[in-house]
């Protein structure tokens, strides 16, 4: 071999020397860098600067902001990385009007809390007081005076809580549209149907049904009031069959 293309060992030993030590170099920048991160998160962890700073609350009408925290266990106070999305949950949804409640943690310390209620089926009108009707069928504590309901039917001379239960039922699968037409409903039992009522719909109109199969029959109504002469007072009938009773000036029954 020629001299030229021979490496000499005391050559090759400073390269090894410098690779090695840039080598560990790296892996003290390394070191430090992580130890640097961990301390950082101790400070963060140990200062007011974990703590939570905004806290949105969304979809909540009957429960305010402040029952939502309450419930939930989370304040402004608790630390970010104690809060357990799972648990916050769970402690929501066990109220009343809670169908569904999301918590999400966003960093470095804000919560984000969406609130899915039940739909409102009606407001039982007691004593001057309205008491929302939730399409589970409970029935929430009475509204405060300065409370704004949401659009739903008042049901008036209800006291039985199974009727109540049953119609709220009922109400949750008629469609948007005929929903919102109903003004108010009033029981009105007989002895051949104790859960006969009366409803008083937005069109000027009267419907007599019953609870059961009530949302079914429900679905002819924006076609049988096409068919009732303009200006007419009418009752329509959904007991059995479906069927219009035309009323005189005075609201009495009078030959078609």
């Keep these: 071999m020629k001299d030229g293309k021979i490496i000499q060992l005391e050559d090759r030993v400073p390269k090894l020397k410098k690779a090695k030590r840039k080598k560990s170099n790296r892996r003290l920048i390394l070191y430090v860098s ?9 400070i963060y962890f140990r200062s007011p600067l974990s703590n939570i700073a905004d806290i949105s609350v969304q979809g909540n009408h009957y429960m305010s902001k402040k029952e939502v925290l309450k419930v939930s266990g989370i304040t402004y106070e608790t630390s970010y990385f104690r ?14 009007e809670v169908k569904k409640a999301t918590v999400k943690k966003l960093f470095p310390n804000k919560i984000m809390i969406t609130i899915e209620e039940y739909k409102t089926t009606g407001y039982i009108n007691k004593e001057e007081k309205l008491y929302p009707l939730l399409e589970n069928g409970k029935i929430l504590p009475a509204l405060p005076s300065n409370a704004l309901p949401i659009a739903a039917p008042l049901l008036l001379q209800f ?24 003004s108010e409903i009033h029981f009105d039992p007989k002895p051949s149907d104790p859960l006969h009522f009366i409803m008083y719909m937005n069109e000027g109109y009267k419907v007599s049904a019953t609870v059961q199969d009530f949302a079914k029959k429900m679905d002819a109504y924006p076609l049988i009031i096409k068919q009732i002469k303009q200006g007419s007072q ?18 009495k029954p009078h030959e078609n």
């Design 34 to 42: 992580i130890l640097f991160l961990l301390v950082l998160f101790l």
């Design 83 to 96: 809060v357990i999305p799972e648990q916050a949950q769970e402690k929501l949804e066990k109220q009343n």
């Design 159 to 182: 006291e039985k809580e199974d009727a109540i239960r049953e119609l709220s039922a009922e109400l949750t699968k008629l469609s948007p549209g005929i929903f919102r037409s109903i």
């Design 234 to 251: 009418a009752i329509i009938h959904l007991e059995v069959g479906a069927y219009i009773e035309y009323l005189d000036a005075g609201g």
